[in-house]
């Protein structure tokens, strides 16, 4: 069984670390596209048409990617001053609520997203200035949130395993 886990854990990190890679890719084109549309403005008096809206696509993109692997690293913040105090059979129970209640909400994000991306692409909606749909991003949000939930079931496995 612990050989199952541990090459479920591998895929699940492995899935937040290229998640996480797009994530970067997309923060770099996020600068180098406002780095563009900064000197276009200055030097030439022309804008990239649409930049803040890409620039906004881009960040959904960053925000969403990079979730799964700061949650495999544990960079989120962790109110654990009072946690530490207690008793280590009330530390892996507090553990495990949370991570539960982790997943609970991954699931309903991961659920209500795909339905939002669903109309959102049977209504056509698109952006304003560049028609860029909506519904890609919409559907990437849900992909990570079950990228997400995955870390946090592994994460929460881990936690009951080391009873």
């Known amino acids: 069984m612990s050989g199952k886990i541990a090459n479920f854990e591998r895929f699940t990190y492995t899935l937040g670390n290229w998640l996480n890679r797009i994530a970067g890719a997309g923060i770099v084109a996020m600068l180098a596209l406002i780095a563009a ?4 403005a200055k030097a030439f008096k022309w804008p990239i048409p649409g930049g803040i809206e890409i620039v906004g696509f881009l960040g959904v993109i960053v925000i ?3 979730i799964a692997q700061t949650q495999v690293l544990r960079g989120h913040i962790e109110a654990e001053f009072l946690v530490t105090h207690l008793p280590k059979t009330a530390q892996k129970v507090i553990a495990r609520v949370v991570y539960f209640f982790g997943m609970a909400l991954f699931a309903v994000l991961a659920w209500k997203s795909y ?3 669903h109309i959102l692409q049977t209504s056509g909606e698109v952006s304003m200035t560049q028609g860029i749909p909506f519904y890609p991003f919409v559907y990437g949000i849900a992909f990570c949130s079950i990228s997400v939930f995955l870390v946090l079931l592994v994460q929460l496995l881990k936690t009951i395993i080391k009873t």
């Open 115 to 117: 339905d939002f991306g």
């Open 37 to 40: 549309d900064i000197i276009a």
């Open 64 to 66: 969403a990617f990079s």
